[in-house]
């Protein structure tokens, strides 16, 4: 089993910026495929970005637009997602996840992710 724990959300102002953690426990995360997603409240669970497992490929929703970055530290078992530039339209609880382990890709649906995190709260002010 893994278990992940979101780390990082907060308030901050248009225009700044965050960075959140996904550190994982009980099982090293370094054969697994990553994803960070977003869900606003009314609205349905949103894919943000992904990361390989062998950490050499990522992917973005196309509203991230260069403004975040995904990392992960094998090292200390945790994933990255950095956010700058963040906008009103940002809030929303963010959630790591874990895709199928030594899985070659990443994935961009929710339901491709075997464990996930509970969550943290990022509110952007206008």
């Known amino acids: 089993q893994v278990q992940l724990v979101e780390s990082g959300g907060g308030l901050v102002q248009a225009g700044g910026s965050l960075r959140l953690s996904c550190a994982a426990s009980?099982?090293?995360?370094?054969?697994?495929?990553m994803g960070w997603f977003r869900q606003a409240p009314g609205k349905e669970r949103e894919f943000v970005g992904a990361?390989?497992?062998?950490?050499?490929?990522?992917h973005y929703g196309d509203f991230v637009n260069g403004r975040f970055t995904i990392s992960r530290d094998y090292a200390k078992n945790t994933v990255y997602l950095q956010m700058n530039s963040l906008k009103p339209e940002d809030t929303a609880v963010y959630y790591c996840?874990?895709?199928?382990?030594?899985?070659?890709?990443?994935?961009?649906?929710?339901?491709?992710?075997?464990?996930w995190g509970q969550g943290t709260q990022v509110t952007v002010s206008s």
């Open positions: 009980g099982r090293t995360v370094s054969t697994y495929p």
């Open positions: 990361v390989s497992w062998t950490g050499d490929s990522t």
């Open positions: 996840a874990a895709g199928p382990q030594y899985s070659g890709a990443y994935f961009t649906r929710a339901i491709d992710y075997d464990y």
